[in-house]
């Protein structure tokens, strides 16, 4: 047996966090959700909000924020459709707690760094689609979150830069695994050489958002997109969260034999059959000219 490490045993002086059990073979092990003051969640009806609530520091992640997103997306109820994650104040995300950044031996900080690949892959990984709603500072640690998400609606107000690059220190969030699937390589690399900041239609324009609207409202358009999402098959939402990335990977030969078998398995779906169904007999929506 196994003894995984500090990372995942998160002892706050008043005890925000427990953990079932502190020695067990599966590193994803689980943890009692109990209150954090820095974030918000709720449902409205089936879509899952969760807000980042700690904008005096800019939305800041500190090592309790971590692991409160991690919480929250590994508890989602059961009915949840999708999820819309965004935050109170100017920003949506400052990026890690600077202040936290404690002299930490490479061991320590690799560990810290695999809390967040944790966190971040529940995200991803979860139950269900998740969609960033961005304005303000997306920076940092906040970009690779927002990286995490299947969806990223910015508003106006929006602005990405990966400060890392002039702070010394490099992404540990899984951000140079995800932003260079979003915006390339060498896009990335300019941003953490130079402090390049992108604004939002720049960020747009690259491919950090895919949806650009006017500032105040991509949390509204955001949850407009997780309720139209939450009405697709789930199979079909499970598929895009899970095997699409997946496929993305796989060499082509693998990858038309992977879409083969998911796309098999979602048709044969009842609720698959019962749309198509709908839609020959003319009772499902056509696909509109926009
Ligand atoms: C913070 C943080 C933070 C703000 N950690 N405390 N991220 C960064 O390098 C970005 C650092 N932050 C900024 O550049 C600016 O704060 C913002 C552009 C995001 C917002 O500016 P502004 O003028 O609205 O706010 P502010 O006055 O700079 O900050 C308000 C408070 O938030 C202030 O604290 P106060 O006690 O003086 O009021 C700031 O210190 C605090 N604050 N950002 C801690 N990040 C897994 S690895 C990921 C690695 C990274 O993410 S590195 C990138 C870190």
């Known amino acids: 047996m196994r003894v995984y490490p500090d990372y995942l045993v998160i002892n706050h002086n008043y005890d925000r966090f427990q953990v079932k059990n ?24 089936d879509i899952a909000v969760v ?20 919480q929250i997306f590994e508890n989602l109820p059961d009915n949840t459709k999708a999820a819309v994650i965004a935050g109170d104040g100017d920003h949506f995300c400052a990026g890690l707690d600077l202040s936290d950044l404690k002299e930490r031996d490479a061991g320590q900080g690799m560990h810290h760094s695999r809390s967040w ?4 892959e529940r995200v991803q990984y979860g139950p269900v689609p998740v969609i960033a709603a961005l304005h303000g500072a997306v920076v940092g640690g906040g970009l690779e979150l927002a990286s995490a998400c299947h969806i990223r609606v910015a508003d106006d107000t929006a602005f990405y830069a990966l400060p890392e ?20 390589v060498a896009r990335m690399t300019d941003m953490m050489l130079t402090g ?13 958002a895919q949806y650009l609207v006017p500032a105040g409202t991509a949390f509204d358009k955001a949850f407009e997109l997780a309720q139209r999402i939450g009405q697709n098959a789930p199979l ?5 969260t ?15 034999i992977t879409e083969s078998m998911i796309s098999a398995i979602a048709q044969a779906a009842p609720e698959a059959k019962q ?7 003319g009772r499902a929506a056509k696909v509109q000219k926009s």
């Open 22 to 45: 502190q020695v067990r073979e599966n590193p994803y092990m689980t943890l009692t959700m109990t209150p954090n003051p820095d974030i918000h969640f709720e449902m409205r009806g």
């Open 275 to 281: 749309r198509v169904r709908d839609f020959l007999e």
């Open 165 to 184: 690059g002039t702070r010394g220190i490099f992404v540990g969030g899984g951000g140079s695994v995800r932003i260079p699937r979003l915006i390339g």
């Open 236 to 240: 079909t939402n499970y598929a895009l």
């Open 117 to 120: 690949h944790v966190a971040l």
């Open 242 to 256: 899970h095997v699409l990335p997946r496929i993305a990977e796989q060499p082509a030969d693998q990858g038309f």
């Open 196 to 208: 390049r900041v992108y604004n939002a239609a720049e960020g747009e324009r690259v491919g950090m």
């Open 51 to 70: 807000r980042l609530t700690r904008p005096t520091k800019r939305n800041a992640l500190n090592d309790a924020l971590i692991a409160s997103i991690r």
